[in-house]
């Protein structure tokens, strides 16, 4: 069955540096989102991605953030100048463009910012 | 803001019995709903999904129901077992979300003693 991806599944960084949080999704999907949850607290959209641009955003997702679709198959988060607050649990999702707008997740990436 | 509530926050049962979950959301205008299920420190599992036009959705041992005009749905589980421990989040597409991206609740912790 097939599923998506996520690369690496921990990922340890210090306080100030950049980030890059990979995802694969289902190959024929066409809307991809990322979604992150803090230790202990609600997972929460992040931002939303169709044809090659951003399509939703949270009030989350802010300058530090940024997305891209590097090629036919990859889907990246990049984190500049990471923060403590944000260690969190990152996953990626993805959907086909009609349907049942059913979400299918990834393993998540555990963010660890020391 | 729309919001989306799960109770009991824990739930403690002893093998075979039969349970409920609940979640209620704050605004009936919802596209779907997806119950999920977490291992702790783990991704979330799709279990059921259930469309705005249906009533409820059945796979295996569970059931989850949805009552739109009154914002309630409930995951049923019959016959639990110890391998049901896990945490079961609630989310829902609301019909402002212009990307269907999904409002997650804070999740119920089942423990099913053996």
């Known amino acids: 069955e097939p599923e998506v991806t996520q690369t690496p599944s921990h990922q340890v960084t210090q306080m100030g540096q950049e980030v890059i949080l990979r995802c694969v999704p289902i190959s024929n999907h066409l809307y991809f989102y990322w979604y992150r949850q803090i230790l202990g607290q609600k997972v929460e959209f992040l931002v939303s991605?169709?044809?090659?641009?951003?399509?939703?955003k949270s009030e989350i997702f802010d300058d530090q953030f940024s997305v891209e679709r590097p090629d036919g198959s990859n889907f990246t988060l990049k984190i500049r100048s990471t923060k403590l607050e944000d260690s969190a649990m990152y996953f990626c999702a993805s959907r086909e463009l009609a349907g049942l707008f059913e979400q299918y997740f990834g393993p998540g990436t555990r963010l660890t910012v020391t | 803001k729309q919001e989306v509530t799960q109770i009991p926050a824990a739930l403690s049962v002893p093998e075979g019995e039969n349970l409920v979950l609940n979640c209620s959301f704050t605004d009936s205008a919802i596209y779907n709903l997806q119950w999920f299920r977490q291992d702790p420190g783990k991704g979330l599992t799709s279990l059921l999904l259930?469309?705005?036009?249906?009533r409820e959705q059945t796979s295996g041992r569970l059931n989850a129901s949805l009552d739109k005009s009154s914002g309630r749905s409930t995951l049923y589980i019959a016959a639990s077992q110890p391998g049901d421990s896990a945490t079961y989040l609630c989310?829902?597409?609301?019909?402002?979300?212009?990307?269907?991206?999904?409002?997650f609740g804070s999740g119920t912790q089942l423990t099913v003693l053996p």
């Open positions: 989310a829902v597409g609301f019909l402002s979300g212009s990307a269907r991206q999904l409002t």
């Open positions: 991605f169709y044809n090659n641009e951003i399509s939703e």
């Open positions: 259930i469309q705005s036009s249906q």
